[in-house]
């Protein structure tokens, strides 16, 4: 294999790297670490083929999707994986006394609750899933054999296209695997089809890893393969045509009856499929009792193909380096990615590079319609001069322009409005020209926003004077790229100066050696990828082991929403433990998000410490770790439990998901009791109030201790303490006040959001709703003035008397928006939906809404715009708009 690989050294040969980035991540119960079949993936993907070429859903078993993890290595051969136990403790594969590894036992309690049916029934999705992979794999076997065989015809002939030599090398051991698995598919399909609890299907696992020595063969010449391929399609225009554009046929139960593939892309798939077998063998254990006869063979297959990909490990030699500089020197690449520079007060998309001495950073050069692309050096650092800002600097530090965060909400309600368009328009006949116009428009807005919405600032100097800032969305990837650079630090690292000549090899060597190949918009994606969840994750996070030390500790929840992780919520500060028991849940709304980040912090009280900026995050990470909301999972009715293990420390959480289309939903009043969910006529009726209590009562709170509060109705407050306030509420109890005075602001902030939301009608009404709608769409100033005050005038009275106080408050709260961040519009982006929102009914009429995303895009921006509107409008009094008597013409 070595040989192999120090043959494969040039061209495509190297591109097999990195592009399958922490696939074993993604299972559940198996947060992110770049664990060792990770590693040797990512050191054989086709990086031409990505990621359009490649995606979860229509490749391979759909058990786990992907993160972009991060390389430890950048060789040109397959880089050496990492021996340290892999952060999973369900992931890795133990050893046992022999030394070889043994298959991890699925935890206790998995099956608890769901009884023997539901592990069967989950056993048969999973199945079932893996069985259409299966078809899918099988096809594009078949896809590479059937070039094969007139090429090897042609051989013998006087003009042959390849040699037989060259056919067998590019399609070694091809037709033995397309069999294997042709067998493996035949014998699974009509278990699945006669579905009962007396099905077996562990032997058939159990097989097809026992011809693992086919696999083994293959990556073997894999290298060679790709060299080969590519040198005869420079030498043969005939073969690279073929080679260019194999058609692979879809399910049977397809539209699409072709898709066309690179033989390349192709070649990579029995590399990929060896841990596709790898996650199912986990899931199918996970929903396997362990008195059931699948049970002990299935962990053999896993123990065997365990075996077979850290066998993998032991051939792969850890010196080979990158990038040789002319002096000889080895220098590797260990992580790149996209991170926005401040440059003369503007910003930048950048490409930085972290090689295992320097850091580069570079922008993708415009060059001329089918000429390569190259990148151009901005700057390089060496690591050895390179220094990073203490806390307590009081250099001044370059002002970051921010925006306004409703121009980013605005965007992102653009954003999606198009991906509606795009869906539409790919269902109508003639829609295919349109689409790659509005694809084109949302690639401009999402890339708009990946510059304009990072505010953390991470910035590096040189020890000579220079300083570099960068802007970065989530504290997470600033700490990676800190850690990353520290970790080369310790080594014994000489300042070097490059020259031209070598500035430019290094700079052209980018292009091949990186392992982000796009920026992370939705518009690069394949249509097929998951879209994400749209919805309400409800998670609790339980406690933390693992600190060596007593300390103020804390945890904050980010999920990613358009390209970027947003940060959600932060548990309270457990103090002077190591233990900490939060306990706390929380309600995180998602916009197609994949992932949940759970960061943990040591709390910093040493105000001396500060700095100034106050997008500067100055508390001490502790740990960090990431899973996929991987929709299977946590869409079930019961809480999925978990644990993510960072850097020796281990968070226990658990998770559920309510999908938007059913959290929008407003349930009619079926009470007459307590507050929430009853009409508010009753219950003003009742208190004999103008005024909900409850309403006038989180005002009240609010104004006196949250007006200052970070985030104030945005960050999430605690769903326990929410749910304790909403009983209290309910019940009338006279504890009320002292609770309130108590609680976390977030979570009386959160009790007031919770009672409108739960309202069995909008305040605003459903039956002005479409009023409403029509109003804010007016372009003459005077009639829309005209028209939405003449829609309040004709709100009962109950909802206009709690409105106008809300417009009050919510307008106060935006004058300290310089300390709270929290303007009118982020106000409005809260609180428009869930005033306006129609309920069940009146939503149902929307007949041509068909996706939870389309129903969050559809009319949002005018239910945003309706409140914005009475929010920038001066003073409005109930009095006076009642003594008002202007015409206003339309029957609403």
């Known amino acids: 294999m070595r040989a192999a690989s120090e043959r494969g050294g040039d061209r495509k040969g190297r591109r097999g790297h990195y592009e399958l980035r922490g696939l074993m991540d993604a299972l559940p119960h198996r947060p992110v670490s770049p664990g060792r079949i990770q590693a040797v993936l990512e050191a054989v993907r086709p990086r031409s083929h990505q990621p359009a070429d490649f995606n979860y859903n229509t490749d391979g078993y759909e058990g786990d999707g992907a993160e972009d993890g991060k390389s430890q290595d950048g060789s040109e051969t397959l880089p050496f994986i990492d021996e340290s136990p892999t952060m999973s403790p369900q992931l890795c594969a133990t050893q046992g006394p022999d030394g070889e590894a043994v298959s991890p036992t699925p935890p206790e309690g998995l099956l608890a609750g769901g009884g023997i049916e539901k592990g069967l029934e989950m056993k048969k999705l999973v199945l079932s899933g893996f069985l259409a992979s299966e078809e899918i794999y099988i096809n594009q076997l078949e896809a590479l054999l059937l070039p094969m065989r007139p090429l090897k015809a042609t051989a013998t002939t006087s003009q042959p296209v390849l040699t037989i030599q060259q056919v067998e090398t590019i399609f070694y051991k091809i037709q033995d695997i397309f069999e294997i698995h042709k067998e493996f598919y035949d014998a699974l399909l009509p278990n699945i089809q006669h579905w009962d609890e007396k099905v077996t299907v562990g032997h058939l696992f159990q ?512 769903a326990t303490d929410i749910q304790a306030l909403k009983a209290a509420f309910d019940t009338n109890t006279k504890e009320i006040l002292v609770m309130l005075s108590d609680m976390d602001i977030n979570a009386i902030a959160g009790t007031l959001k919770l009672y409108f939301r739960e309202l069995p009608e909008p305040l605003l009404t459903d039956r002005l709703y479409p009023a409403f709608m029509e109003g804010i769409a007016l372009s003459d100033p005077a009639a829309k003035e005209n028209c939405m005050m003449h829609l309040l005038r004709s709100l009962p009275d109950p909802n206009l008397m709690t409105f106008l106080p809300l417009l009050d408050h919510l307008k106060r709260v935006a004058e300290k928006e310089p300390i709270n961040k929290m303007s009118l519009h982020n106000l409005a982006t809260v609180f428009g939906p869930t005033l306006l929102r129609p309920s069940e009914s009146e939503s149902a009429k929307g007949l041509h809404i068909t996706s939870a995303s389309d129903i969050w895009s559809h009319d949002v921006m005018a239910q945003v715009q309706v409140l914005l509107y009475y929010l920038q409008h001066p003073p409005i009094s109930f009095a006076e708009l009642k003594r008002n008597t202007l015409y206003f013409s339309t029957d609403v």
């Open 207 to 718: 097989k097809l890893a026992s011809q693992l020595g086919v696999y083994k063969a293959f990556v073997d010449n894999y290298k060679v393969a790709l060299e080969t391929a590519e040198k005869c399609s420079q030498a043969h225009v005939q073969f690279q045509k073929i080679s260019e554009n194999l058609k692979v046929k879809g399910p049977k139960d397809s539209k699409d009856c072709t898709t066309s593939v690179s033989m390349e892309a192709l070649l990579y798939k029995p590399i990929d499929r060896v841990t596709r077998s790898t996650l199912v063998l986990h899931d199918l254990l996970k929903h396997t009792p362990k008195d059931h006869p699948d049970f002990p063979l299935l962990q053999d297959a896993l123990r065997i193909s365990q075996n077979f990909l850290s066998s993998i490990n032991e051939e792969i030699d850890p010196r080979r380096t990158a990038v040789t500089t002319p002096k000889g020197e080895a220098r590797q690449l260990v992580k790149d990615g996209f991170l926005v520079e401040v440059s003369e007060s503007s910003r930048k998309l950048r490409h930085v590079f972290l090689f295992t001495d320097l850091l580069l950073c570079a922008k993708m050069k415009k060059t001329a319609v089918g000429r390569h692309q190259q990148y151009e050096c901005k700057w390089y650092l060496p690591l050895a001069d390179l220094t990073f800002q203490t806390l307590d600097d009081s250099e001044s530090c370059p002002s970051i322009q921010v925006l306004p965060e409703h121009e980013i909400e605005e965007m992102k309600i653009k954003i999606s409005v198009l991906k509606s368009e795009i869906q539409k328009e790919k269902k109508a006949p003639k829609g295919q020209s349109r689409v790659e116009r509005l694809r084109k428009k949302m690639n401009e807005q999402e890339s708009w926003l990946l510059l304009h919405s990072p505010t953390i600032p991470f910035r590096i100097h040189n020890r000579h004077g220079k300083s570099y800032q960068f802007l970065i969305s989530s504290d997470y990837e600033r700490s990676e790229w800190r850690e990353s650079i520290q970790k080369l630090q310790k080594k014994d690292l000489q300042a070097c100066v490059l020259s031209s000549v070598e500035l430019q090899v290094l700079t052209s060597s980018c292009f091949k050696l990186r392992t982000v190949h796009n920026i992370p918009v939705t518009s690069n994606k394949d249509d097929e990828e998951t879209p994400g969840l749209y919805g309400f994750l409800h998670v609790i996070v339980h406690s933390a082991k693992g600190f060596k030390d007593s300390a103020n500790l804390y945890c904050t929840l980010e999920v990613d929403s358009y390209g970027y992780f947003v940060s959600k919520a932060k548990t309270r500060v457990f103090r002077d433990t190591s233990e900490p028991q939060w306990n706390e849940e929380f309600e995180i709304e998602l916009e197609g998000s994949q992932y949940l980040r759970i960061l943990c912090y040591e709390n910093c009280y040493d105000k001396s410490m500060l700095n100034k900026d106050d997008n500067e995050i100055v508390d001490k990470i502790m740990g960090k770790g990431q899973v996929q909301l991987d929709p299977q999972t946590v869409q079930s009715k019961n809480w999925h439990m978990d644990v993510i293990e960072m850097n020796g420390i281990k968070v226990e959480f658990s998770m559920k998901f309510t999908s938007r289309d059913l959290s929008l939903k407003r349930t009619p009043s079926k009470k007459q009791s307590g507050v929430f969910g009853v009409k508010i006529n009753v219950v003003t009726k009742r208190e004999r109030s103008k005024v909900p209590y409850i309403v006038r009562q989180c005002i009240e709170e609010v104004e006196k201790r949250g007006i200052d509060e970070v985030g104030i109705y945005r960050i999430s407050g605690v």
